[in-house]
């Protein structure tokens, strides 16, 4: 496709435009807007689906999870399908399916249906959760790159929060999730019909942003290239940067594929997309998704009504936003290597503190989970101080991190595989939490994560190397 003018003069001279450069971030993260709402919607329809499709717990467990399904092919498929048709036109493609995922839930008849707008959906947060990140990083200066690639996880975090808001207040109005609301159609249909807002908006911001320039130099559409950098940075620095890219590739100017994954000598996997594919997946591992998934059933679980379990969700909505805008205030001063060091070990003993508590629950005269209210609150202040130390750490850092530490002939095909890894954790963990609670209980599943950020400790300290104010064209392979 080609790329539309964002605004109608370009930039000239020598001067950075980064008015415009801010203005195509954003509209790119409109994507992880699209992939937090689309994460957090389902939270509060499981009763409603449940109703709606008589499904067992096994069942539900699947139709949650179901989205990640699509994510880890989205993921996957979209950092190839980047590498050919470019990095706007697969925005544009996962925009549509947004749409139609969201359309297509709330209309659902029946659970194979339902399954398939999500899975349908799960590709399109895929495609954006490693494309977006990408594109930002390929069009913005080294010097704040990490800041405007940090906002891609406060977009995230955003849509969690409007998807937990919106389904607090459908909910509130129809008295339930299973409650009628307008067009004689159950407000957890409404949730889902919600997205359809955003994702028109998304759809359409796309049509008016460039590709990206590095894209196109790996695609030897110099003349193009040359035209988007100069729009971004002025005549002088596009001179300059055409020949830092084109310096990078000069050896090596081949048409990206999967194989450039390998080191020509060994035979084996380069070094830097295990760290890459360990970070994708140690995000994971630490169980932030099963809050994200699960928040409104598991407050319920230890006494809350529906109502205040959806509140406390709108509530760890607006506190991961603003754990977010620290993370955005300190990666370009601090690094990133030093706030995934924080963020692991702050998870690490929250997570051993919701343990405890958990540990300490008992049973009610219906056989529920319930907590006394000292162990109660120590869960409900745990798990909040563990989601903000994840969104000021390891929420965005690893995002900006995977879409900037790869050298740029491997860049689509690394991202393919490290995407994929990360929602195949994701998929993993929300899957298995279900089981969990019914087997080893939610101390037992909790002191699971809490492993998994210990051992994330270990895995920054050995092998996460910085990347802040390091140039693209200068990342190591």
């Known amino acids: 496709m080609n790329s539309v003018p964002f605004e109608n003069v370009a930039s000239t001279g020598t001067t950075e435009n980064t008015r415009l450069i801010v203005q195509i971030s954003c509209v790119a993260t409109l994507g992880g807007f699209l992939f937090g709402f689309d994460s957090g919607v389902i939270n509060g329809t499981v009763d409603g689906i449940k109703q709606a499709f008589h499904s067992s717990s096994a069942a539900i467990g699947f139709q949650v999870a179901s989205m990640l ?3 880890a092919l989205g993921a996957f498929f979209a950092g190839r399908v980047a590498d050919v048709w470019g990095r706007r036109s697969v925005l544009i493609v996962s925009a549509l399916l947004f749409l139609l995922s969201a359309l297509g839930a709330g209309a659902a008849a029946n659970a194979a249906l339902f399954v398939a707008a999500r899975m349908t959906g799960g590709f399109a947060v895929g495609a954006a ?4 990140p990408a594109y930002i990083a390929e069009v913005a200066p080294a010097r704040y790159r990490g800041r405007l690639a940090t906002v891609q996880q406060i977009a995230i975090i955003s849509g969690l929060f409007s998807a937990f808001l919106s389904n607090f207040l459908l909910a509130k109005a129809a008295g339930a999730s299973t409650g009628v609301l307008w067009l004689h159609q159950d407000a957890w249909r409404w949730m889902f019909w919600m997205q359809a807002l955003p994702s028109t908006l998304f759809l359409v911001s796309l049509l008016f942003i460039p590709e990206s320039p590095r894209f196109l130099v790996v695609r030897k559409r110099d003349v193009e290239a040359r035209a988007v950098l100069t729009r971004l940075y002025g005549e002088d620095e596009a001179r300059a940067k055409m020949s830092e890219i084109g310096g990078s590739l000069a050896q090596d100017r081949h048409r990206p594929k999967l194989s450039d994954l390998l080191d020509k000598t060994s035979g084996r996997v380069r070094p830097i997309v ?9 995000q994971q591992l630490v169980g932030i998704n099963v809050v994200f998934y699960y928040g409104a059933v598991l407050w319920q679980a230890v006494g809350f009504s529906e109502n205040d379990a959806l509140l406390i969700n709108v509530f760890s909505g607006a506190l ?40 300490h629950a008992g049973l009610d005269a219906n056989g529920k989970i319930s907590l006394a209210p000292p162990m109660g609150t120590l869960a409900l202040v ?3 101080a563990y989601v903000a130390f994840f969104n000021m750490s ?3 850092v690893m995002w900006v991190m995977l879409g900037e530490m790869f050298p740029n002939q491997i860049r689509g095909s690394a991202l393919a595989v490290a995407g994929a890894a990360q929602w195949t954790s994701n998929f993993a963990i929300t899957v298995t939490f279900p089981i969990l609670l019914t087997s080893i209980g939610l101390a037992g599943a909790y002191g699971l994560y809490a492993l998994a950020a210990a051992l994330s400790v270990v895995f ?17 392979g």
Not at 129 to 132: D, K, N, P, Q, Y
Not at 274 to 282: H, K, P, R, S
Request: with cysteine; charged share 15%; aromatic share 8%.
């Open 69 to 71: 399904l699509g994510c």
């Open 129 to 132: 959760s490693v494309i977006a």
């Open 274 to 282: 295990w760290v890459g594919i360990g970070l994708a997946t140690f």
């Open 320 to 359: 991961s936003i603003g754990a977010c805008l620290v993370a955005v205030m300190l990666i370009d001063k601090l690094g990133r290597k030093p706030l995934l060091w924080v963020g692991s070990v702050g998870m690490t003993i929250t997570l051993a503190l919701v343990t405890f508590a958990f540990a």
């Open 382 to 384: 745990a798990a909040n």
């Open 394 to 396: 390891w929420g965005p």
């Open 460 to 476: 920054v300290l050995r092998y996460v190397h910085e990347t802040r104010g390091k140039e693209l064209e200068q990342m190591e």
